[in-house]
């Protein structure tokens, strides 16, 4: 465990719980929110043709396919090309300015 902390969720502060997990071989640092009611559990899923499941990058706090459900092609306008701006939000805040501008396509 990295540690407890209080964080920022929803406009309140609430405790925040930091850990390392790895999945398939890669290690990564994680918050876990125990007072943020969040989706738990997620039963597995067939996407039919021409239907989307979007996941936000916050897996406690994001309403996204398990909340609004599968997304049509249709409304799917745009693509996502670069990080417009990034934040170390698990830390202080602070702007990561390496991160501006960073192409999201694998290098």
Not at 46 to 56: D, F, S, T, V
Not at 84 to 90: D, E, G, I, K, R
Request: glycine share 8%.
């Amino acid at each position: 465990m990295l540690g407890e902390v209080r964080e920022r969720s929803r406009g309140m502060l609430v405790d925040a719980i930091r850990l390392e997990e790895q999945v398939t071989g890669t290690r990564q640092r994680i918050q876990v929110l125990p007072g943020v009611a969040a989706p738990r559990s997620f039963a597995p899923l067939r996407i039919p043709a021409g239907q989307y499941l979007m996941l936000g990058d916050n897996r406690n706090d994001s309403a996204d396919s398990r909340v609004i459900g599968l997304v049509p092609r249709a409304k799917l306008i745009g693509r996502a090309e670069r990080v417009l701006v990034s934040a170390a939000y698990q830390e202080d805040w602070m702007p990561r300015l390496d991160r501006f501008g960073l192409s999201l396509r694998a290098p």
